[in-house]
């Protein structure tokens, strides 16, 4: 029952469209894959050994075995798996520069392949038969916020409740400019976030709803372009001119620059992902190690102009040579 009188809420009108219209809205990327383990039930799940600690976690609380496999230097599979009856193989669009080869993915393993499109948040249904899954945390300042692609006959007959752990501090003292509390804020509430199928944030719907997400588009893939053409001849990374909708423009050097001296100049990039060096296996996947230490995943959303973009551009060609 809809409650009439006292204080008023945080005002906020809801706007046409979250994007991702026709999919299941949960809190997080987790929540999302453990949808999908739950439906499934699969025997063995192969990972990327290039992942976080997130993405392990809900195989974790359901139980389910699973093997990391490398990638090569495209970042693409260095060997196609044979699944057997009842596994399944999830795959990154890393960086959101993988699409068309997330769609070769497709027509191999079919709904045997779970789609982490976490960096690419603008896909929508092109991953059928497969499941997918994407996060609007990663892309816009919402407490939470992700969607799931999965066919209609797989989807769970359970009923979903709705998120209740909110908090908005990070967003709002990193609006103010409060950077340093708010990064304190961020990792607490990220290392509060969990795996449980719940819906989104009443809050995160009505913010999202009001993006123009036609303008974000079209800044962030001119902001990709840009970098594209300043950084392009010093990236190790090979990127399909095709690609568009990337979720940053992942730069790997040559020759490593110190990202401390990245941060003094305010600077802030953050290493994707550190968890894959603590792994026991390392050894065995020299290149996802490296990725880990030194590439440099740079920022292209919307927040941003040629101007920020070209002082990042300065500062990494003027380290260089440093």
Known sequence: MKKIGGFFELELTSGDSIYHNDAISLSTGRACLNYILQSKKPTKVYVPYYCCDALIEPLSLNEIDYEFYSIND?????????????????????????????????????????????????????????????SARKYFGVPDGAFLYIPEIERLKISIPRNQKISIDHNVHSLVGLQDQ?????????????????????????????????????????NFEFLRNELGDLNELIIDKNEVDCFCYPLLLKKPIDKQKLYNEKIFIPSLWLDTVH?????????????SRELLPLPIDHRYTSKELQRVSNTIKRLIHE
């Open 74 to 134: 495209n970042l693409e599979l260095t060997r196609i798996p044979e699944l057997q009856s009842g596994e399944c193989i999830i795959y990154c669009d890393f960086f959101g520069i993988k699409s068309n080869y997330t769609l070769s993915l497709i027509e191999i393993f079919q709904e045997k392949l779970i789609v982490d499109n976490t960096h690419s948040f603008f896909s929508r249904k092109s991953t059928f038969p497969a499941s997918s899954f994407t």
């Open 182 to 222: 708010a990064y304190l804020e961020y990792a607490q509430y990220e290392s509060e976030l969990g795996s449980e199928i719940e819906t989104m944030l009443i809050l995160s719907e009505r913010l999202l709803s009001n993006v123009n997400f036609d303008e974000v588009r079209k800044i962030r893939n001119d």
């Open 279 to 291: 792994r026991d296996e390392h050894l065995n996947f020299p290149f996802e190690c490296k990725l």
